[in-house]
T-cell receptor, first 113, second 114 residues
Framework: DQQVKQNSPSLSVQEGRISILNCDYTNSMFDYFLWYKKYPAEGPTFLISISSIKDKNEDGRFTVFLNKSAKHLSLHIVPSQPGDSAVYFC????????????FGTGTRLTIIP | DGGITQSPKYLFRKEGQNVTLSCEQN?????MYWYRQDPGQGLRLIYY???????QKGDIAEGYSVSREKKESFPLTVTSAQKNPTAFYLC?????????????FGPGTRLTVT
């Protein structure tokens, strides 16, 4: 049972435009959400996170939005750059002290120059 | 430089052989994790350890074993009982009981079993 879902396996966006990556979850016990970026044959790197007490968190070109009622979060990248081309994973964690993360299947983002 | 190292980057084994993947961290993190990644799938948790000499099974522990004798090290053994061992294996670590829950990942080991 996939508790964290990324329904779009791939996404192509023009350079300079906004990239929007989506993630849905089913477990209402999740209270912390993270986005990771991964290049081929490398480990994922942490990008941005959000706690369930917030509905938005911003860090430079990256913004994550959380809609708890819909169990949905999204990552916005503005403006998109060629170096953003990678696979993006959404991850979720449960109650404080439980660091176990559940990952989605990833979305491959391609930025078109 | 603090970080996580995994060795080797590529590993080839014959079917029926056990193989041990190395993971070392110098971040002073208490918690360590092992994931595998297969094409078209997310990262699936194999085992994790929140403290030395203690570890728990993740979602796909069958055919794997781990040990946590030192804080810095969390080796993973892929046994001959693992039916589909060919995959990309990732080790990670994190602060235990802290917030946020970011996990820091190593560069991964690609294991090919033929």
């Amino acid at each position: 049972d996939q508790q964290v879902k990324q329904n779009s396996p791939s996404l192509s966006v023009q350079e300079g435009r906004i990239s929007i990556l989506n993630c849905d979850y089913t477990n209402s016990m999740f209270d912390y959400f993270l986005w990771y970026k991964k290049y081929p044959a490398e480990g994922p790197t942490f990008l941005i996170s959000i706690s369930s007490i917030k509905d938005k968190n911003e860090d430079g070109r990256f913004t994550v939005f959380l809609n708890k009622s819909a169990k949905h979060l999204s990552l916005h990248i503005v403006p998109s750059q060629p170096g953003d081309s990678a696979v993006y994973f959404c991850a979720a964690s449960g109650h404080f002290g439980n660091e176990k993360l559940t990952f989605g299947t990833g979305t491959r983002l391609t930025i078109i120059p | 430089d603090g970080g996580i190292t995994q060795s080797p980057k590529y590993l080839f084994r014959k079917e029926g052989q056990n193989v041990t993947l190395s993971c070392e961290q110098n971040l002073n993190h208490d918690a360590m994790y092992w994931y595998r990644q297969d094409p078209g799938q997310g990262l699936r948790l194999i085992y994790y350890s929140q403290i030395v000499n203690d570890f728990q099974k993740g979602d796909i522990a069958e055919g794997y074993s781990v040990s946590r004798e030192k804080k810095e090290s969390f080796p993973l053994t892929v046994t001959s009982a693992q039916k589909n061992p060919t995959a990309f294996y990732l080790c990670a670590s994190s602060i235990r009981g802290g917030s946020p829950y970011e996990q820091y990942f190593g560069p991964g080991t690609r294991l090919t079993v033929t």
